[in-house]
């Protein structure tokens, strides 16, 4: 996907966060998500850290080369380990903590991802990142790991809310692309599933049954290793 297909998909679910975010009540920031043990304010307050990594990213030192995939990305090593992830929890919560209301969260949810939109479209289409975790990408592929936190986090918070998904058909096909290559859309006539079915089974949120695995596994699904 090109850089400028990426951050339309980036921003246009990133704005749907944010008008869903907007005018919760306090009751409703502290329901308990599925990703335990974060709260809605604690799971919005992960989304904004994991893309305000970005702003540094554009400022250090620029890679050689990009040597790591989207998909390769989300391979399961030690950045999805218990040590990690429980830092990662930490990182989320006092963040969250730390702004107080919701609407403080909001603000400044929205502001970092506009920032982030802002900077990346002023960069060239083969600009090669360094993630925190060492990793050399293309610009575009990070930020379609960013799409990924955005839309499933995104549908984590609708469930806890009680609330019908928003999930947008830009960050719904980025999500099926990274998973079913290139033939995508073949692969979901096949499947019969719509967008949020895929994305609900393909991240372990809902149930996949034993002829789903088969088939999944027949049309070679790349599962990714999610925190």
Request: proline share 4%; glycine share 8%.
């Amino acid at each position: 996907m090109t850089l400028s297909g990426a951050l339309d998909a980036f921003r246009l679910e990133a704005e749907c966060l944010s008008r869903a975010a907007a005018g919760l009540s306090e009751e409703e920031w502290r329901l308990p998500t599925r990703c335990e043990p974060w709260t809605v304010r604690e799971l919005l307050g992960h989304v904004r850290v994991v893309i305000a990594w970005l702003p540094g990213m554009l400022t250090a030192a620029e890679p050689a080369k990009a040597e790591v995939s989207a998909v390769d990305y989300y391979r399961p090593d030690d950045r999805f380990d218990v040590p990690t992830n429980t830092a990662r929890i930490g990182v989320a919560q006092d963040y969250a903590a730390g702004l107080g209301s919701g609407a403080a969260l909001v603000e400044d949810f929205t502001a970092t991802w506009q920032l982030v939109d802002r900077q990346c479209r002023a960069e060239r289409e083969d600009r090669v990142v360094r993630t925190r975790h060492g990793d050399a990408m293309l610009l575009s592929q990070f930020l379609l790991t960013r799409v990924v936190e955005i839309a499933v986090h995104g549908l984590d918070i609708a469930d806890a809310l009680g609330r019908p998904p928003w999930l947008t058909r830009q960050a719904g096909d980025v999500v099926m692309e990274l998973q079913l290559g290139p033939d995508w859309r073949s692969a979901m006539r096949e499947l019969g599933w719509d967008r949020l079915t895929f994305l609900r089974k393909a991240t372990g949120r809902q149930r996949l049954e034993s002829a789903d695995a088969a088939r999944v596994e027949r049309l070679g699904m790349r599962w990714l290793t999610l925190a």
